[in-house]
C-alpha cells in the first residue's frame, strides 16, 4: 500500500470509530469558527481579498447554522461555549459580509 493510501485509511478508521451526531455536530461548529476567525484575520491584514472573505464568512456561518441546533439538543454543557461563541459569531459574521458588499459597492459604512 502507498503511503497516501496508507495515511488516508487510517484517518478514516479514526474517524470512523469516533463518529457520531453530536461529534460531528462539534467538528462543524469548529470548522466554522475556524473559516469565520480566517476571514477575521483576512480582513485585520488588509488584504483585500474580498471573494476569500466573503467565502470563508458565508461557509463558516452556513457551518454553524447546521451544527448548533443539534449541539443545543445532544451537546450537553461541555459545549455551551461553542454554542455560544458560534451564535455570536455567526450573527457578526452575516454583519461583516453586508459590510463587504458595501465596501465593494463604493458605498459608505453603516458605522
Known amino acids: 500500500m502507498d503511503p497516501k493510501a496508507e495515511l488516508a485509511e487510517f484517518v478514516m478508521d479514526h474517524l470512523g470509530r469516533n463518529a457520531n451526531r453530536s461529534?460531528?455536530?462539534l467538528a462543524s461548529a469548529?470548522?466554522?469558527l475556524a473559516n469565520i476567525f480566517t476571514a477575521y484575520?483576512?480582513?485585520q491584514?488588509?488584504?483585500g481579498n474580498w471573494g476569500g472573505m466573503l467565502g470563508n464568512l458565508r461557509s463558516g456561518a452556513d457551518l454553524l447554522d447546521a451544527a448548533l441546533p443539534l449541539l443545543r439538543e445532544r451537546g450537553g454543557p461541555g459545549v455551551a461555549a461553542v454554542i455560544e461563541m458560534g451564535e455570536r459569531e455567526?450573527?457578526?459574521a452575516r454583519?461583516?459580509?453586508d459590510e463587504i458588499v458595501r465596501l465593494q459597492a463604493g458605498e459608505s459604512t453603516a458605522l
Do not use: S, W
Request: charged share 30%; net charge negative; no cysteine.
Open 23 to 25: 461529534a460531528a455536530a
Open 30 to 32: 469548529i470548522a466554522g
Open 41 to 43: 484575520n483576512d480582513a
Open 45 to 47: 491584514e488588509r488584504t
Open 90 to 92: 455567526a450573527r457578526f
Open 95 to 97: 454583519l461583516v459580509e
